[in-house]
């Protein structure tokens, strides 16, 4: 497959099978590593065995520009997004990789991951080559960049390493896991008989001689190839030297050299200035016509020239290092350094008509031309600091002398920006020394940069506040001063994104600093700069995620996933935890909250977002408190203070404050939260912090207030609090501080004002489904709802009612329960218990009573002791309660039933007496206000609650009469699932353990014959759904309650024989004689006989 | 620059992380001492932070080993409000600064600007002395490290002849200026000496934090204590 970064042409190379051996025994292993001196093979042992890949190869030449990982990352990326192209996929997240908004860490990991989401968005193997890895400085950035993709391995992409000398990566720890083979020098030799390979053909040389080359080599290929170029001059052995290797390469050369003619000794002195021979380059500087032939002619005879295709179509070549080092030698031994710096800077000149800046540097830089060098920098620099590629900016300026940068404030500026973020303090200095000579001159642009990027600086090394707003207010000043004018948009657009982070992260300034950042955003867009419109987007998300203004931010972040490839970019995905995080919180489901804090954390420490971690520790705090951790929420809260002490900077130290009175009010100790929020208030001004901070602390104020018993001042602080949540339509504040309100005037004896608000509180809850309040107490919120109950005023929101209270815990809703019959005139209570009776209902555990084999009570999942029933008659009174159909049953007949023979005074105190021990079993400590609840008697009239109480023979029979309905409605399938149902229902006799009871014995058999008959229904229904396994199974099943049923039989004869299993059939027959015959003493019927002879006769 | 930083609370070495990330270090971070000494030993960093209360090996013994080790890295110890004693034991061991929790700005800058001075000076500067009078008042600068050993040196600038017409010290601190228990010892003796004899005494360039030690130590109640610009 051809791609952009093609493999090194292989010109008539010996097939190293040995070697080849090797790599595909080691081939599972993720990278490959190939070791050897120059002029080893190693190039074009990777090329030849590469050359039969199947998948596509990326070969990366690596060189000195590629120590920085902006443009080692860029390289890769196109290459790798060219392959995806080809395969039709558009790679995710295009490879780009923003600039840092809110984080210190400047490339490394946002490279990688850039590269990891690209990577992942392959669908089939890649193999890259990243050959010359010894042109990299270790220490470089680029050189890091490849050792983290090592170590990470990505699952479809295998790397070859071609190096001269050993890497400095952790080689045994790759190693262990199975993440590298190595190649060596040694492996690479030539064998004899790879030697003899080499000189295949070659008649001028016998096998002694051979052997002789392969001592002297040892096995080194560069030598091979000399020794093969020097036969072919000189066509004789004696003059080589005992040993050959890379170090007599100059010697070597240098007989070879010599006998080459004069015009192409020099094309190649001249040529060997350039990193790569363009031939257009050639032909107008240097051997108009003939350039290709030479090279051809010398890349033919293998002499240390390799041709690289280029996407021009034009051929490009380079010469092997070794022979080109030679070759500069030469160069300046016979011609001088100022020919050396002359024909650099003559080159450097062409690239720059040919508007490649970069390698025009490359020269320039070789020649020193450093007039040439300053007027690339500083027409090319800010392109460089808007892309992010700052250390090849900064190897420029580094080569230029110290005093060139220091009186020009572009360089000045250009150079601070180089060392963005990692500068620290000294880039203010710099930045208001590049300001001033700006200012001097005047140049509009620079002061526009350089002020944006004095801020930035400041706001990230946390310099005080007052410093921050001043250079704010100059650069409003500067974009005042220009206003109107449509000149710098970039610099203005950037200068106002960075007021924004400014007034947001240094100065605590929300609502300018979102106003700032609507302006970048504007001005971005109007020029068509998606990078600025995205950094001024994720700052002024920021922002509202600092306001706790999370429906903005929640706006925002939407617009932004679209802007980053889906959202992948860190701040983004910080940002939208912390969104996230919030509102999980919101909904209870801290769970979830915990996940997304954990990722915050990550990514906030991965890439050094500071300012988001304030609002991370303040999430985590919040967390904890919902989750009971108190303790460790004030840790938290205390670390925020810290953390706000570290910054001097007092925004959250409010916020820290605020944490530590909701802490202490939801753990009721009402005078330290109203301690900690009177500080709280104090902080957290309402001019600079934004108005959300302000209101929320009064809003707590209030409700602490309320809870100390002050409800003047808490009505003050709600209502302020309740105008400006319902200002900003934040729903669920609303209706937090309507629920205090709505108590509040119910606790002063305001009711028609206590319904307001609650109604109010009520409504918003209800049409946002929250479940969860983060400020009101689960108390609170049930004593509300009773209120609304009491009032007749739940309707509307009655379901909703329910389903909160199902979520408290029983024991909370039986407290408030009385805490509303405490406050209920004494007039009053019987009404209210009346209309509370339903909802304490449901706060007791519901009875089943099962009936059909083992008589059992459950309560619960618990079966309830009989023991506690004091004696059997409890549970006979019980029996004949459900016996007789559970509802408004007379006393007179549960007393005929158990005591027919006592008198009627004895019977009644029989009844009385073990009625209470019935009830007090079932229900040991009633609410003395609600009575007993499962055993109802009034009037003479005894029933069993239908809502907590459940009877599995009423069950029974009405899922029968369902099953039969539905068949007769021909809904056959949903028939039968009644049918089993019912059928399942019935484990035994009804009261099987009360054989004698007459008055039970009559119910008994009439629900054995209901249970015959569902189950022949059920069996027959199966057959005319063809359905003869289950069938058959029916019919046995059936045979095993009652083996004399003579109908089963007959059905299962035929349905054997229907089947072709007539001996079955036949079987069962005899089966049917044997049993009437043991059981009864009679035979089968008549029916019976005529099919089995109708089987028979078959 | 290489930064460690030793603390057994993991928010706190988070926040260190991410302020002095910001600040330009290359940070790294323990969350205990046995792990910071084997990571100091790997990446040799210049500054090292620790707290003084650890579980295991403590700030202390951290100091006291990084000492042995010969590396010459600048530690700074994190102190807990009124760990004066800790405090200064660390000086004894020649602990370049500390600070106090919850660390404040201006403390954590100037013990890092005074860690980078310090690590241009050569490794036992020794203690040095020098006087200048003009009219009643003595300025006195004192450089290197003061110790009980540097007595007849720093004593010797007060001998009663010198004192006759004197009637204020100033004694002006160099920015690499360290001290040690002794040393405190005797700068309280000097001071006390002085008052006695009604010779008001001024400190002046002190470093944020030494402020705080001599504040710690009753100095401030004798003489008059000025700190040193805040660095920007």
């Known amino acids: 497959m051809t791609t952009p970064y093609p493999s090194p042409h292989i010109f008539d190379a010996v097939k190293r099978q040995r070697l080849f051996d090797l790599l595909n025994e080691n081939y599972q292993q993720r990278n490959i590593l190939v070791i050897g001196q120059a002029a080893q093979g190693k190039t074009t042992l990777v090329a030849s065995y590469l050359e039969a890949a199947p998948e596509p190869v990326l070969w990366f030449q690596l060189s000195r520009d590629d120590n920085d990982q902006a443009l080692l990352f860029e390289r890769l990326v196109n290459g790798i997004t060219g392959i995806c192209r080809q395969n039709r996929r558009e790679p995710e997240g295009g490879g780009r990789v923003p600039n840092s908004i809110l984080g210190t860490e400047q490339g490394l990991q946002r490279h990688l991951e850039g590269l990891s989401i690209v990577l992942q968005s392959m669908s089939s193997p890649l193999t890259i080559v990243l050959d010359d890895l010894e042109s990299m400085d270790e220490m470089s950035s680029g050189f890091q960049l490849i050792n983290e993709i090592l170590s990470n391995g990505f699952k479809l992409l295998k790397i070859f390493l071609v190096s001269r000398r050993m890497p400095g990566f952790n080689i045994p720890r790759l190693k262990l896991d199975h993440k590298v083979f190595i190649l060596n020098n040694d492996d690479l030799a030539f064998t004899l008989d790879e030697t003899r390979l080499f000189f295949a053909g070659d008649k001028r040389v016998s096998s002694g001689d051979i052997e002789k080359i392969h001592h002297i080599t040892d096995g080194w290929a560069g030598g091979l190839t000399l020794v093969s170029e020097s036969l072919r001059r000189f066509k004789r052995m004696n003059h080589l030297p005992d040993r050959l290797s890379s170090e007599v390469f100059d010697f070597f050369s240098q007989e070879i050299y010599q006998t080459l003619p004069d015009r192409i000794s020099q094309f190649l002195i001249q040529t060997s200035v350039l990193d790569t021979i363009d031939l257009e380059i050639v032909d107008r500087l240097f051997e108009p016509g003939h350039g290709l032939e030479i090279l051809v002619e010398l890349e033919r005879r293998n002499l240390f020239v390799q041709r690289i295709d280029s996407d021009t179509g034009r051929p490009k070549f380079k010469y092997h290092n070794l022979f080109r080092e030679f070759l500069l030698q030469d160069l300046l031994k016979t011609s001088g350094s100022s020919a050396y710096k002359s024909l650099n800077q003559k080159i450097g000149q062409f690239f720059w008509e040919k508007k490649d800046h970069e390698q025009a540097m490359n020269y320039f830089l070789e020649a020193k031309a450093f007039p040439d060098i300053v007027r690339i920098i500083k027409i090319k620099g800010t392109d460089y600091i808007i892309s992010g590629k700052l250390s090849g900016l900064e190897k420029w300026i580094s080569r230029l002398p110290e005093d060139t940068i220091q009186n020009d404030p572009w360089l000045i500026f250009l150079s601070t920006m180089t060392q963005r973020i990692k500068g620290g303090k000294k880039n203010i200095r710099r930045l208001e020394t590049a300001f001033s000579l700006f200012e001097q001159i005047p140049d509009i642009r620079g002061m526009l940069l350089s002020a944006g990027y004095l801020i930035e600086a400041a706001v990230f090394i946390r310099q005080p506040s007052p410093m921050i707003l001043e250079w704010n207010q100059k650069g409003e000043a500067l974009l005042q001063k220009i206003s109107g004018k449509k000149q710098y948009a970039w610099a203005r657009a950037l200068l106002w994104q960075q007021i924004g982070l400014g007034y947001i992260a240094g100065d605590g300034n929300i609502p300018k600093g979102v106003s700032a950042c609507r302006n970048a955003v504007l001005l971005g867009r109007h020029i068509n700069n998606s990078d600025l419109v995205l950094n001024a987007s994720i700052t002024m998300t920021f922002g509202y995620v600092q306001a706790g203004d999370f429906v903005n931010a929640r706006q925002m972040l939407s617009k932004i996933k679209h802007m980053t490839g889906e959202g992948r970019n860190p701040e983004y995905r910080a940002l939208k935890s912390m969104v996230d995080i919030d509102f999980a919180l919101k909904n209870g489901r801290f769970d979830e909250a915990g996940e997304c804090l954990a990722r915050s954390e990550a990514d906030i420490e991965k890439f050094g ?411 027959m229904l199966h057959e005319d759904l063809d359905e003869i396994d289950r069938a058959i199974e029916t019919w046995n099943f059936i045979l095993s309650v009652d083996p004399c049923f003579e109908t089963a039989y007959q059905n299962l004869m035929i349905l054997h024989a229907d089947t072709g299993r007539q001996k079955k059939a036949l079987d069962t027959f005899e089966q049917c004689r044997r049993v009437l015959e043991k059981e009864m003493g009679s035979g089968p019927d008549k029916e019976t006989l005529f099919i089995y002879e109708q089987i028979k006769s078959r | 620059m290489k930064i460690l930083v030793i603390d057994d609370e993991k928010p706190t070495l988070s926040m260190f992380k991410l302020f002095l990330t910001a600040y330009g270090y290359e940070v790294y971070t323990a969350q205990d001492g046995e792990r910071g000494l084997v990571l100091f030993n790997e990446i040799c960093p210049e500054i090292v932070f620790t707290d003084i209360r650890m579980p295991g090996i403590d700030g202390l013994e951290v100091l006291r080993r990084i000492r042995e080790s010969g590396i010459a890295s600048q530690v700074i110890i994190i102190t807990g409000h009124g760990d004066m004693e800790k405090a200064v034991e660390a000086l004894d061991l020649d602990a370049s600064d500390f600070i106090n929790k919850p660390v404040e700005r201006q403390a954590l800058n100037s013990a890092l600007a005074r860690a980078e001075k310090r690590k241009q000076l050569p490794l036992d500067p020794g203690f040095e002395c020098s006087g200048k009078q003009q009219e009643g008042n003595l300025s006195v600068f004192l450089k290197g490290k003061l110790t009980a050993s540097a007595r007849d040196v720093f004593s010797g600038k007060f001998n009663p002849g010198v004192l006759n017409d004197v009637e204020q010290v100033c004694l002006i601190l160099d920015d690499g200026f360290s001290i040690d228990r002794s040393g405190i010892s005797l700068l309280t003796e000097v001071i006390q000496g002085l008052r006695q004899k009604h010779i008001r005494v001024f400190m002046e360039n002190l470093s944020y934090n030494y402020a705080r030690v001599f504040q710690m130590a009753g100095i401030d109640k004798i003489a008059v204590l000025k700190e040193a610009l805040p660095e920007e």
């Open chain 1, 609 to 1019: 977002l500071i300012f988001l971690y304030p609002g991370f520790v303040e999430a985590k705090a919040l967390h904890q408190i919902y989750t009971g951790q108190f303790d460790e929420a004030r840790q938290t809260a205390d670390h925020l203070n810290d953390f706000s002490i570290l910054e001097g900077n007092d925004f959250y130290r409010g916020i820290s404050h605020r944490i530590k009175a909701l802490s202490f009010l939801q753990e009721k100790r009402f005078t330290s939260a109203s301690r900690e929020i009177q500080k709280a208030l104090k902080e957290l001004d309402q001019a600079r912090k934004g108005d959300i901070h302000h209101f929320l602390a009064k809003q707590m104020e209030g409700l602490i207030s309320f809870s100390n018993n002050n409800p003047d001042e808490a009505r003050r602080s709600l209502v302020s609090a309740l105008g400006y949540f319902e200002s900003i339509a934040s729903d669920l504040s609303c209706a937090e501080t309507c629920f205090a309100l709505g108590l509040l005037f119910w606790e002063t004896k305001d009711t028609q004002q206590a319904m307001h608000y609650l109604n109010r509180a009520f409504e918003k809850s209800f049409a946002g489904a929250y479940l969860f309040f983060p400020l009101i107490s689960r108390e609170t919120l049930i004593q509300c709802a009773f209120l609304l109950v009491i009032y007749h005023e739940i309707r509307p929101f009655e379901s909703y009612v329910l389903s909160l209270l199902d979520l408290c815990d029983p024991k909370q809703v039986r407290e408030q329960i009385d805490w509303i019959l405490a406050r209920t005139e004494k007039a009053q209570t019987e009404r209210v218990i009346e209309i509370l009776r339903p909802y304490y209902k449901r706060l007791l555990p519901g009875i089943r009573i099962e009936t059909l084999g083992k008589f059992n009570i459950f309560c619960g999942n618990k079966i309830l002791d009989k023991k506690a029933f004091e004696g059997s008659r409890p549970l006979l009174l019980l029996k004949s309660i459900v016996l007789h159909g559970s509802r408004d049953i007379p006393k007179e007949i549960l007393i005929d039933d158990i005591w027919p023979d006592a008198t009627a005074k004895a019977g009644d105190k029989n009844f009385k007496i073990n009625l209470h021990r019935l009830r007090k079993a079932i229900e040991p400590s009633p609410k003395k206000e609600f009575g007993y609840s499962y055993i109802l008697h009034r009037a003479g009239l005894i029933s069993l609650d239908p809502q907590l109480v459940v009877v599995d023979a009423d069950e029974f029979i009405a899922f029968g009469a369902r099953a039969m309905a539905l068949e007769r409605d021909n809904r056959p399938d949903t028939a039968l699932e009644f049918y089993t149902r019912a059928v399942g229902m019935y484990k035994g006799d009804y009261f099987c353990e009360e054989p004698y009871m007459e008055w039970i014995s009559r119910k008994r058999d009439l629900f054995r014959i209901k249970f015959m008959e569902l189950v022949q229904k059920k069996a």
